[in-house]
């Protein structure tokens, strides 16, 4: 067969086959993740579970021991990995390629729930599929602007409240992980003096204020056809309320006087921020990180050109004044992006 001759014979079977695969390679432009690697959905469910505080021998032990017990025998499970550090418990479960990983996260989900007696300190687990497909794009750093001495790690709820958010709401990004900052956390500090003169002790002082920070049912009253169900709320989220805390109450028998001893007669009650637990320094100077990670499937090329466009927006706006987040008139420096 003469091809030649037949494209001259046939000149509009020709162009309708030209722009035929000019208008399907327009489409596979705009649709076709450009990236280097194929998306690969590895069969793999992470528990992480944060315990502060506590070494890694008790953390394999009150933790991770528990959960790898309890785990062993799922559906479809190939290997347990158990991982305990400093503060925090990992345990890494494989599946076989081609399990259902919605119906193994719902049954990991209900042999997690079986798993109690975790220690008071140690926070709620949680459960993470990983992939190759979570490598970060795109690393950020936030430094403070010159003249700024405030500490670089308390501006970590700014960036977790509005910086994340808004990386977040770009369309392609699944999360976004913030490293180096610090939460604000209320600090009670004790005067000994104070509690020698009243006769008590720090740990009757925690258990006093741990009884008075909790919201308890009070059950419920009828009244006609409605039913109102009553609740004591009494958690302690301001100043305030903590130093109200009664510590102890005496009653003069002569006179019928109560006396009573507060928190704030014995402690100095005042906003503060947890401890660190990294730091992060870019050319010598203290700053703050975080990342962006694709959602499985998403255009990098589109992706990354809405992230920088929030980080535009970001620098321009919300980030030269955080005055409505972080308390004081002092600022925080644009982001920069690390590729």
């Known amino acids: 067969m003469n091809l030649i001759r037949t494209a001259i014979d046939r000149p509009i079977a020709v162009v309708a086959a030209v722009l035929m695969v000019v208008m399907f390679g327009l489409v596979a432009l705009e649709n076709i993740p450009i990236q280097l690697a194929p998306d690969v959905n590895r069969p793999v469910i992470t528990i992480k579970t944060n315990w502060p ?43 076989a390629v081609g399990t259902n990983m919605d119906r193994a996260l719902l049954l990991v989900a209900n042999r997690l729930d079986r798993v109690t007696g975790y220690p008071d300190e140690a926070d709620e687990p949680t459960l993470d599929t990983a992939g190759s497909e979570d490598s970060p794009i795109a690393w950020f750093i936030v430094r403070r602007a010159e003249g700024n001495e405030r500490p670089v790690h308390e501006f970590g709820d700014f960036v977790e409240d509005v910086i994340q958010d808004r990386i977040e709401r770009v369309p392609g990004v699944s999360r976004v992980t913030v490293y180096g900052g610090s939460e604000q956390e209320i600090h009670v500090t004790v005067e000994p003096q104070l509690l020698a003169r009243y006769g008590l002790t720090v740990s009757y002082v ?5 009884s008075a920070n909790a919201s308890i049912s009070a059950g419920d009253i009828d009244e006609g056809k409605r039913r109102y169900v009553v609740r004591t709320e009494g958690e302690l989220n301001k100043l305030e309320e903590i ?13 019928g006087r109560l006396a009573r001893v507060t928190v704030g007669d014995i402690a100095e009650v005042t906003f503060g921020f947890k401890k660190p637990t990294s730091s992060i320094r870019i050319l010598g100077e203290p700053a703050l990180a975080f990342n962006a990670v694709r959602e499985t499937g998403a255009n990098v090329i589109q992706t990354m050109r809405g992230i920088a466009e929030a980080v535009d927006e970001l620098n321009a706006s919300a980030v030269p004044t955080p005055a409505s987040t972080i308390r004081g008139t002092l600022t925080t420096s644009r982001i920069r992006l690390m590729l």
């Open 206 to 210: 925690t258990q006093a204020m741990r």
């Open 53 to 95: 505080g506590a070494a890694p021998a008790e953390v394999e032990r009150e933790i991770t021991n528990r959960q790898e017990e309890e785990m062993a025998g799922l559906e479809g499970l190939r290997e347990i990995t158990g991982r305990a550090e400093q503060g925090r418990s990992r345990v890494t479960l494989e599946f």
């Open 243 to 255: 130093r109200k805390v009664v510590l102890r109450s005496t009653e003069d028998a002569a006179t």
